[in-house]
């Protein structure tokens, strides 16, 4: 099987669209911490996919990708209240997050401060440009790849189709009113966890050659 990328922002379903694929026969990583989870998944969504789907292009050359879509007057409030939440850790110089987090937020939200995790112009050209930037890259190189907005009623079904599987379920919606913890209750034999027993490795290393 091959890879499959989930390219969405934070706050765009990727929750959703990962226990779908679960849903589907997939064995799928919501974050990708390890080279382990690489190597045992076959969807893999939200950190660091949404930052690092480029290098990754290059590492896996028969990948498919799925951009995930969401009307904006959704994603600000959603992504405001997820970016204030997590400022502390973000901008943390010693502990916080991990390195793979700080960086890929850091790089996709570029210019974010502790001061503008609300502001919904400098949240909207963020949206827009990783948004080009990502669809500009998937032409440019002729990859195979949907845009989905799990809003609409065929989003169960066009992620069937573009998968190649049949279904007749519907899209799950979790994490909503900016819940974030929905896929720590998952329990399924095809998820895959994104560390080794809570262990991260370097970002350096996850960045490295397979």
């Known amino acids: 099987m091959k890879k499959v990328f989930i390219v969405g922002l934070p706050r765009t379903g990727t929750t ?24 045992n998944a076959e969807v893999l969504a939200d950190t660091p996919i ?8 290059n590492r896996y050359p028969d990948a498919k990708y799925i951009y995930l879509d969401r009307a904006l007057d959704q994603w600000l ?6 970016l204030t939440r997590m400022s502390n850790n973000l901008f943390s110089e010693q502990g916080g997050f991990n390195d793979t987090i700080k960086r890929c937020y850091l ?10 995790t609300s502001d919904n112009q400098f949240l ?3 949206y827009n440009e990783h948004k080009a930037i990502a669809i500009n890259f998937f032409n440019e190189h002729n990859l195979d790849y949907i845009e989905l907005n799990l809003a609409t009623d065929d989003a169960m079904s066009k992620l069937a189709e573009f998968l190649q ?3 007749q ?22 998820k895959v966890s994104s560390t080794r027993e809570g262990k991260v490795d370097k970002d350096t290393v996850l960045l490295s050659p397979v």
Request: charged share 15%; with cysteine.
């Open 16 to 39: 959703s669209v990962c226990v779908a694929c679960l849903e589907l026969g997939f064995k799928t990583a919501h974050t990708a911490y390890t080279r382990q989870t690489f190597q």
């Open 50 to 57: 949404f930052n690092d789907y480029r290098m990754l292009a």
């Open 77 to 82: 409030p959603s992504i405001s209240q997820l």
């Open 107 to 116: 790089t996709t939200f570029y210019g974010l401060t502790p001061n503008n």
């Open 124 to 126: 909207t050209q963020c």
């Open 165 to 167: 599987v049949e279904t």
């Open 169 to 190: 379920a519907t899209m799950p919606f979790l994490n909503k009113k900016g819940k974030v913890t929905a896929w720590n209750m998952i329990k399924h034999p095809l």
